[in-house]
């Protein structure tokens, strides 16, 4: 006869359940370790492709850099042109020689934007920047706020976000009492407001017997 009040032997079933929890732990483990493994993975091919795509960049913009330079006196040249030409000629042939100068400076700029060649010409009142712009003279204009653009003497160009040629430009003179054009944020050009950032300082000489 069985005696129901025997207590049932567990040890084995114990055993069980406690390899199980392991082996979840275990799991959950190795779960973690591949998946942090997978996020590093996607993470060091993103930063391939972006290395890639810098190197890129470089390399084409160092091989148009050169001749890129070679064609802005012909920019400058046809701009010149452009400003002096009589518009308000009345005769034909000197309409068609305008017209011609105008679609070359036009095909120009355009065969320079399709190769990332961006210019850079401030308008008057445009704040300066001295990652971007050279200033040349300092001038007084009670229109222009103080340490701002009035006239851009040259216009620069810039390559794949990197400057080539900075635009020479006329600013504002401080005058007293007169509030300064803001400065950039986090600029560490400092106190100088035409000064160039990380020692470099294409803007930093002003003419200011102008």
Do not use: C
């Not at 920047?129 to 653009?149: F, K, N, R, Y």
Request: hydrophobic content about 40%.
């Amino acid at each position: 006869m069985i005696d129901d009040s025997a207590p049932i032997q567990t040890d084995e079933v114990d055993d069980g359940s406690d390899e199980a929890e392991v082996s979840i732990e275990q799991l959950k483990a190795e779960l973690a370790d591949w998946r942090d493994k997978a996020l590093r993975a996607v993470a060091e091919a993103e930063n391939t492709r972006r290395r890639a795509e810098r190197e890129n960049n470089d390399a084409r913009a160092y091989a148009i850099q050169k001749f890129a330079k070679d064609l802005f006196a012909a920019a400058d040249s046809l701009e010149r042109a452009l400003l002096a030409a009589p518009r308000e000629s009345t005769d034909a042939a000197v309409t068609n020689f305008v017209l011609g100068i105008e679609m070359t400076e036009k095909a120009l700029q355009s065969a320079f934007e399709r190769n990332s060649l961006k210019k850079l010409d401030p308008a008057k009142g445009d704040k300066f920047d001295p990652h971007l712009h050279q200033a040349m003279m300092e001038q007084d204009d009670p229109t222009t706020d103080s340490g701002a653009v009035i006239q851009t003497m040259q216009p620069g160009y810039e390559l794949f976000g990197r400057v080539v040629r900075p635009a020479m430009v006329v600013v504002a003179a401080k005058r007293a009492g007169a509030p300064a054009a803001p400065a950039a944020a986090n600029d560490p050009a400092g106190a100088n407001p035409y000064g160039q950032p990380n020692g470099a300082d294409p803007g930093g000489s002003v003419d200011t017997k102008a």
